[in-house]
């Protein structure tokens, strides 16, 4: 009984890191469409906001504004509309453990 248990154990923990591995490999992805205005790993060329670095709750608050068109854009609000609350507070999440 205990090498089942142990068996079982080793499958539920290889799943979960899979599923990890594999949320973390979409939300690079989704943060490279970024990377055409606000530069690679999030770092801009002057001129355009670097997101590296800031705020997640800012980070988050922008986008949301963006979507619900609350805030101006010639791109980004058609952009942000394609996302999912999920998906934003994800791209939040990733952009702000970048460093400066």
Known sequence: ????????????????????CADALQVRS??????GCHGTQGVALPGMDSLAGQKKEDLLKKMQ????????????H????????AQIEQLASYFAALKK
Request: charged share 15%; with cysteine.
């Open 30 to 35: 989704m943060a490279a469409s970024c990377a």
């Open 65 to 76: 504004d963006y979507k619900s068109g609350k805030k101006p854009a010639t791109l980004m």
């Open 78 to 85: 058609q952009l942000s509309a394609g996302y999912s609350d």
């Open 1 to 20: 009984m205990k090498k089942i248990y142990t068996m079982f154990s080793g499958l539920v923990l290889a799943s979960l890191s899979s599923w990890a």
